[in-house]
């Protein structure tokens, strides 16, 4: 075990994968010599050479399609879009291409391509890097989706995504690439080193693409979150005194609606917290799904916290940002209904 | 991947600790190409896109068919705006690494572009910026210290706190909204300029990207569209040979010059020296001329070089030469017209220096002006609950809901 932030853990499963299999190739703007804006390739150019981690023109759309390209000829690519926000000029290529090659061709063709990308606000980026657009993703057919919240997890996911036959667009939650972040800015910045899950093996492991993790049990409420929210989560529900049970669901698409109904049926009252925009967020099939599956046991309804429905604004990013206060706010909510 | 690999990777000629080296540039001196017709056919211009168009040559003086024959009083005017703006950067860039702001994007040695550009075209020709044309801005008429508040996201802030620093806008200047996404602000000033068409108006649209955004599809759906339609536009392709870490070979320019890249649409290129003001204030003028007559479109190539680092958040020093600026044959723009105005007896060092102290004090004065606005520290702030506004031009029910909810919120603290 090694003590690694979020950024080795998701350096060191390329690493795995590519001494592992000389299929792996990475690529991507400025991830080669300069080893990538944020450093999750930095040193994978020396080791593996610039045939294997390859710097891309900025082009999104051209990193996508070419990655395609390579996965239908038998490579493995992990292709790394800048900043979530920049993914837009390449989603034809992940709607219309990525997706469905399967389908399409009856099975015929496919291209399992990983695609990493930081996602999410709190670095103060403004609205073009800030955007949490994964619930654009999920409601593709076709493509798995998933959000680490943690070192432990970016690596076995990461790895699992790599190698899943199926494509993964992989967001990383950037505001906790190097500790946990519970929300409130005015703390000093916390490392991964004094987390649990800042403990990391440094070899070859998965975390299915399948499971959603119960972070802590609890039996007055389960608040299912990712991300960075897991974390506000539990200090939100420290503040508003309550013995929650968190829920990270990890892999957004396909979702483990199992462990999140099972908890859901056992408490009887949900919250849903996401740092994305509200309408027709994530958390709209999150709620349609836990109703579905909870209806008779629900002692409240279903509450959600997200980011508004704005663009995400520089100078207002803490009042946009669903931080403790608002997912407190929601917890005494969902307690005090029914 | 058993075998060897067979794949062309493109490499810049240096890397940190080798010797910059710029012989894959491809000069020619001043004064080396004719001026062709303004109405001259697209065919006959191809040599403009492979040359290179320059005007100042090495002895200072200003030479050949291009020679724009600007008065001293007017290159005095010129040399005061891309000095304004490098002191400006200078502050700002000082400002970010205080904590005073939270990014910043300087023009370093690029200023010429903005500058030589923004003298050539008229006040209803509209731009559409990169977030590197700060010059721009000054240019038309934005003061310091709305820029200054923009960065602040303060209560004078034009963008009213919803953007990064740098994503200036100007209405009253016809500059558009500076986007951070790269290349977008291309097809823009396509459509904008097809409105003039439409309209059967003279304005001249034009529009800025770097190297690098020219690999994405916008800048080549803005060519297509500019080409089908001869739409009276201007696009710039500021060459500053970087793009964060990544050389302009990565961006295709390994073989052939940017400028060329529209010759298969029939949408001519000039190749032009862009640390000479001189020159890109000629073709320029000579592009928009070309365009107001119903000529079409211009792809113009400014050969120039990112004196400084991409942003605040990367350091140049970790992908290219230290010193490599300093090695760039082009020089520093501002340099390049100083020793002119010198060599033609209308400058000074004394002068220059005294300018500069004159800028410094003006955007010193400027900077505290802004900070009374509002800070990232202090007040006075914005009200957060306008964030609601200006999604939709009428704010539907569940914005105003959530605006309820915050409001309700602020009062609990």
């Keep these: 075990m090694a003590q690694m932030t979020m950024v080795q853990a998701i350096r060191s499963a390329m690493d795995v994968m590519m001494e592992k299999n000389p299929d792996v190739i990475v690529l991507g703007e400025d991830v080669g010599y300069f080893g990538g804006v944020f450093r999750c390739t930095d040193g994978l150019q020396r080791k593996y050479g610039e045939h294997r981690v390859i710097d891309a023109p ?9 990655a395609i390209g390579m996965a239908v000829n038998g490579l493995k690519p ?7 926000d920049y993914i837009y000029p390449g989603f034809d290529q992940v709607v219309s291409e990525l997706a469905r090659i399967r389908y399409r061709t009856g099975g015929d063709f496919d291209a399992p391509v990983t695609i990493r990308t930081p996602c999410g606000g709190g670095i103060r980026g403004g609205q073009t890097h800030s955007q949490s657009p994964e619930g654009i993703f999920t409601h593709v057919s076709g493509i798995k989706t998933v959000m680490p919240s943690n070192p432990y997890d970016a690596k076995g996911l990461l790895i699992s995504a790599i190698e899943s036959p199926d494509p993964v667009v992989f967001f990383e939650p950037k505001r906790i690439y190097h500790g946990p972040f519970d929300g409130d800015p005015d703390k000093p910045a916390l490392s991964w080193s004094n987390h649990p899950k800042g403990e990391v093996p440094e070899d070859y492991y998965t975390v299915p693409l399948s499971k959603a993790d119960i972070v802590t049990a609890g039996e007055d409420l389960t608040i299912v979150t990712y991300g960075t929210i897991v974390h506000v989560a539990r200090a939100a529900a420290e503040l508003a005194g309550v013995n929650a049970e968190i829920i990270d669901v990890r892999t957004l698409m396909p979702l483990d609606i199992d462990t999140i109904a099972e908890s859901v049926c056992r408490t009887g009252r949900c919250l849903i917290a996401h740092e994305a925009t509200r309408f027709s967020g994530y958390g709209a099939e999150l709620t349609a799904s836990i109703q579905e599956a909870c209806f008779y046991y629900l002692e409240a309804p279903i509450e959600r916290v997200t980011g508004w429905d704005t663009p995400y604004p520089h100078a207002f990013e803490w009042k946009y940002f669903p931080g403790q206060k608002r997912v407190a706010a929601g917890i005494r909510k969902v307690m005090e209904a029914g | 991947m058993t075998k060897k690999s067979r794949l062309h990777i493109p490499h810049p000629a240096a890397r940190p600790g080798e010797e910059p080296d710029f012989s894959y540039l491809q000069l020619e001196p001043a004064g080396a190409h004719a001026r062709p017709p303004i109405d001259a056919r697209t065919r006959e211009l191809d040599e403009l896109s492979t040359g290179l168009i320059r005007v100042l040559d090495d002895e200072h003086k200003a030479v050949g068919p291009w020679d724009p024959d600007i008065d001293a009083a007017e290159l005095q005017r010129a040399l005061r705006w891309m000095l304004l703006t490098r002191v400006f950067d200078e502050r700002m860039w000082q400002a970010q690494r205080q904590g005073r702001i939270s990014f910043y994007v300087q023009s370093l040695g690029e200023e010429a572009v903005s500058i030589g550009q923004g003298m050539a075209l008229r006040p209803g020709d509209m731009c559409f910026p990169s977030y590197r044309s700060q010059a721009l801005f000054l240019y038309r008429g934005t003061k310091l210290v709305d820029l200054m508040s923009q960065c602040l996201s303060n209560t004078r802030d034009m963008c009213k706190g919803r953007q990064m620093p740098i994503m200036y806008h100007s209405r009253d200047g016809n500059i558009f909204s500076v986007s951070g996404n790269l290349a977008t602000q291309y097809p823009h000033a396509v459509g904008w300029a097809m409105a003039a068409a439409i309209k059967g108006e003279d304005h001249v649209a034009t529009s800025w990207l770097g190297d690098g955004s020219t690999a994405e599809a916008d800048f080549h759906h ?23 870490s990544t050389f302009q070979g990565f961006a295709g320019g390994e073989r052939r010059p940017f400028a060329a890249r529209g010759l298969g649409l029939g949408i001519p290129g000039i190749r032009v020296d862009g640390n000479d003001v001189l020159a890109v204030y000629a073709v320029t003028l000579w592009a928009a001329e070309r365009a107001r007559r119903g000529g079409g479109p211009t792809l113009i190539e400014h050969v120039t070089y990112r004196g400084g680092a991409h942003s605040t958040s990367d350091d140049p020093s970790k992908y290219r030469p230290k010193d490599e600026w300093a090695a760039f044959p082009l020089g520093d723009p501002i340099d390049r017209l100083k020793d002119h105005l010198i060599a033609i007896g209308h400058w000074s060092e004394d002068k220059h220096q005294a300018l500069r102290d004159e800028l410094k004090e003006e955007v010193s ?26 999604v939709f031009a009428e704010t539907p029910p569940h914005l105003e809901a959530q605006r309820r909810q915050l409001l309700e919120l602020e009062e609990e603290d």
Excluded at chain 2, 222 to 244: G, H, K, R
């Design chain 1, 58 to 66: 900025i082009a999104e759309g051209g990193i996508i399609g070419a």
């Design chain 1, 78 to 84: 992990v292709a790394e879009i800048q900043f979530a």
């Design chain 2, 222 to 244: 803005a060519l297509t569209f500019a080409a089908v339609y001869q739409a009276p536009v201007i696009l710039n392709v500021v060459n500053n040979q970087w793009a964060i």
């Design chain 2, 365 to 390: 004065a400027a900077w505290k002006v802004a900070q009374t606005y509002g800070t990232m520290t202090e007040g006075p702030w914005l009200d957060p609950s306008e964030m609601f506004d200006d």
